[in-house]
């Protein structure tokens, strides 16, 4: 093969890497930027410790919007608190374990809700 070939080849094989890991990379970085903000947000504006908050997971959706984040807090760890982070963190909602709601555990139990403007 001749060194111009092997150096074209070179250049389509480095291309194609690229464009099958730019969606993963792109996926995994923003998972890590949509937990950063949240748990910022919980220890800067709602003023919980960093003791406090179990968990915080950035997950990538199928649905829109396609990042959130899963906050589990050490109080209260069979729960799934489920927040935004585009422009500004909202608490979008919450999951209960099916062995909590078994106990009985429903929304009004939960401690770390946000409160909604449902008046509005």
Known sequence: MGKRKKY????????????????????????LIYAHRVTEYLIEEKKYTQEEIESV??????????????????????????????????????RISEEAQRRGKIKSDLKHVAPTNDSE
């Open 57 to 94: 997971e950035g997950i990538w959706n199928v649905k829109l919007p396609p990042f959130s984040a899963l906050v589990k807090f050490k109080d209260e760890p069979d729960v799934e608190y489920i927040y935004f982070a585009h422009n500004e963190v909202l608490q979008f909602g919450h």
């Open 8 to 31: 074209v080849l070179l250049w389509v094989l480095t291309i194609m890497v690229i464009l099958v890991l730019t969606p993963f990379v792109y996926v995994q970085v923003n998972k």
